[in-house]
């Protein structure tokens, strides 16, 4: 765990020392990753019979990391990976996204930017996992404090799944670091 915290150190320290390229054409993003997400679940303390499943609103928490290839001009192609968790009767949920997909950005110290990603989602309650369908449609906006360091504050996406035959509207909020290569 140590060679990997000083291996991480490292490439930190060389990327703050680092000449920043003119022509900066790879993004990575890595943060906090907070999810409001509808969870079906079975109620066990029904007591009768046959009750139908109920929903639950859960907050998970996580972490999302993303990359983005500039294509030609403000046109991109994004990839995004997010694993949450939270906990529901007691039992650990887990939600990941893996997605990808056009995203669009306007460079400038302030540089807002929009995307449409599709994907799947992989959902694990207890013990029970399913994947669905998943794409997720938003933006932000990085704040630029060195050359090719960037802060999100604050980056917004509708996030739709289709788990049991249903759809399921997520608002997703992420706040992280970009690294401009």
């Given amino acids: 765990m140590r060679l990997l915290a000083s291996i991480g150190i490292v490439v930190v320290a060389a990327l703050l020392f680092a000449v920043p390229l003119r022509a900066q054409k790879v993004e990575l993003f890595g943060g906090y990753s907070y999810v409001r997400a509808p969870v079906t679940v ?82 694990s309650i207890g013990g029970l996992t399913q994947n669905a369908f998943a794409t997720a449609i938003g933006g932000g906006i990085d704040l630029k404090v060195l050359p090719f360091i960037s802060i999100r504050p604050i980056q917004f996406d509708y996030l739709l799944t289709h788990f049991n035959s249903a759809t399921q509207n997520q608002p997703r909020i992420s706040a992280g670091v970009v690294v401009h290569f």
């Fill in 42 to 123: 079975q109620n066990f303390l029904c007591p009768v019979p046959g009750c139908p499943p109920s929903t639950q609103h859960l907050n998970l928490n996580g972490w999302e990391a993303s990359g983005a290839v500039k294509l030609l001009g403000p046109l991109a192609l994004a990839a995004d990976y997010s694993d949450t968790s939270g906990s529901v009767l007691g039992m650990n949920t887990h939600l990941k996204t893996y997605l990808l997909g056009p995203q669009l950005r306007f460079p400038g110290p302030i540089s807002p930017f929009a995307h449409l990603l599709v994907g799947g989602a992989h959902e």
